[in-house]
């Protein structure tokens, strides 16, 4: 279901550029890629003294734009997949995502995002150079969690024991991600842009910072 949402977003995005591609066309059209450290919430739940936390990561970001008007772009986008983790020791318990757990010995918990994309509009205002960027949409995003366990750990009811790997929750959804940024114009083809994102996976609150290099198409 996801993915037939994706494509059906995909093909209205590619439906705003004209068939009869003219160079007018073309200078509305950009491509942009870049770097993002992002920052997950998801597992900050993890409270005790014998509790390791990282919750960021830095991950590859590519959006491909189409200005319908100087200050307003229809913008689709992926996100490399990213990862945080978590690592507990000793006889920790506690609720994570609405279930609770226990520990015993060592367990090393992960979050591993599968590449998410994003469609939404952007506008940007400004004069010279320097221009305002503000952003919104829907981030569609797929997450597996993979404890890595030592000992026994106890989620939702269901023990894990010995020293083994294994995928413990699956789930994919979407939210709505907001963004607000600015971008500084080499030249009429090129840009850098540094924009802050927020949104939301599987209710954990998730940010970050991007740093893009921005291209016109001619």
């Keep these: 279901m996801k993915m037939k949402i994706i494509c059906i977003l995909l093909v209205s995005l590619i439906s705003t550029i ?3 591609v003219s160079a007018d066309d073309l200078s509305k059209t950009y491509f942009s890629v870049g770097m993002m450290n992002m920052t997950d919430k998801g597992l900050d739940g993890l ?5 390791t936390i990282d919750d960021s990561d830095t991950v590859s970001n590519f959006s491909l734009g ?4 100087p200050s307003l772009a229809f913008e689709g986008g992926i996100i490399s997949g990213g990862e945080v983790s978590a690592s507990l020791s000793g006889g920790e318990s506690g609720t994570l995502y609405g279930q609770t757990y226990s520990v015993s010995g060592t367990v090393s918990v992960k979050a591993e995002t599968d590449p998410s994309y994003l469609f939404g509009l952007k506008y940007s205002g400004g004069s010279g150079p320097l221009s305002i960027n503000i952003k919104a949409g829907q981030l569609f995003w797929d997450v597996d969690y993979i404890a890595s366990v030592s000992g026994t750990i106890t989620y939702a009811g269901t023990a894990y024991t010995g020293a083994s790997s294994a995928t413990f929750k699956t ?3 979407s939210d709505p991600y907001f963004g607000l940024g600015m971008s500084y114009a080499f030249s009429k083809n090129s840009s850098i842009d540094l924009d802050y994102i927020s949104s939301e996976i599987n209710d954990s609150d998730i940010s970050g910072y991007s740093l ?3 291209t016109n198409f001619w």
């Design 47 to 51: 409270k005790g003294t014998g509790v």
């Design 171 to 173: 789930i994919d959804g």
């Design 18 to 20: 004209p068939l009869a």
């Design 212 to 214: 893009s290099w921005v």
């Design 66 to 69: 189409y200005r319908v008007s």
